[in-house]
């Protein structure tokens, strides 16, 4: 017994040193970062071997970056582009979700099958049309004509859809029992059933929607609605590649996504859907 509790321990220990090894792999790039925002004009950042902390740490490059660039406008708009995207997809999605998961109807499995199989599509390939449809609807240089694309997503559809479909149907029965439409069912019982997936939801389009380079770049040519990628890639021309600048301004651009991920990852828990039965 001893034996087998003594290869046990050893097991997790090697188990908590490989995480931990691939922890410290995964968090190198953003210590270097932050270091390298933190070091003053005199240090070297290309000295050999690097240099991991700032002999003399200062937020200069932060101050410098923050007056010399509107980056309270990039954040604002930055805010307003991530929130709207994440509200319209969890609408959406859950809307366009629901029926496909629990209403039986002609025609539906295949309707599932063409939105999974959009997954598949590149972006480079839509982007094109999407751009001439932003000019006619004169969307340009607008929030609506940013979040447009991401009103909704395939990945939302078939995710909500599964965690839909995990619902117990005893729940669906008594609420039907009681008089409960069809959109208050789904206002009442499942929303607040499939949270762990809303959340999961959430925090992926958050992510993607505030990281979001390439969309911004095509339908944006007014720096007044830039968001924060764009703002970033404005500093390797306003301070010809002063690398502790625009390591600054790379982390002010990722803070808010780190800060979000810390506050929402508590809620990523499954809870007991059929709680609310009674045997």
Request: hydrophobic residues 55%; positive net charge; proline residues 6%.
């Amino acid at each position: 017994m001893s034996k087998t509790l003594g290869k046990q321990i050893w097991q997790r220990i090697w188990t908590y040193i490989l995480l931990s090894a691939i922890a410290l792999v995964m968090l190198f790039p953003l210590f270097w970062l932050i270091s390298t925002s933190l070091k003053s004009s005199t240090e070297n950042i290309w000295s050999f071997p690097p240099q991991l902390f700032p002999s003399q740490p200062t937020i200069e490059n932060y101050i410098e970056v923050w007056q010399t660039n509107p980056f309270g406008q990039y954040i604002w708009n930055s805010c307003i582009v991530a929130i709207l995207t994440v509200t319209f997809n969890l609408l959406f999605c859950s809307l366009a979700a629901y029926p496909l998961a629990r209403l039986n109807f002609r025609g539906r499995d295949i309707i599932f099958a063409i939105i999974v199989s959009t997954i598949m599509i590149p972006f480079q390939i839509v982007m094109i049309p999407l751009y001439i449809l932003m000019v006619q609807l004169g969307l340009r240089n607008s929030y609506l004509g940013i979040i447009f694309p991401s009103l909704a997503s395939a990945f939302g559809i078939f995710l909500l859809r599964q965690a839909f479909q995990g619902v117990p149907k005893e729940l669906e029965e008594a609420a039907r029992i009681d008089g409960c439409s069809e959109l208050g069912l789904w206002w009442h019982i499942m929303i607040p059933a499939v949270r762990p997936a809303l959340v999961t939801l959430a925090i992926f389009v958050f992510i993607g929607s505030w990281s979001d380079f390439l969309w911004p770049l095509i339908v944006l040519d007014r720096p007044e609605y830039y968001t924060l990628p764009l703002g970033v890639a404005r500093l390797a021309g306003t301070f010809s590649l002063d690398w502790r600048l625009i390591a600054a301004g790379s982390v002010i651009s990722i803070a808010p996504v780190l800060l979000f991920f810390i506050l929402m990852q508590r809620y990523i828990v499954p809870n007991d859907s059929g709680s609310g039965v009674k045997g």
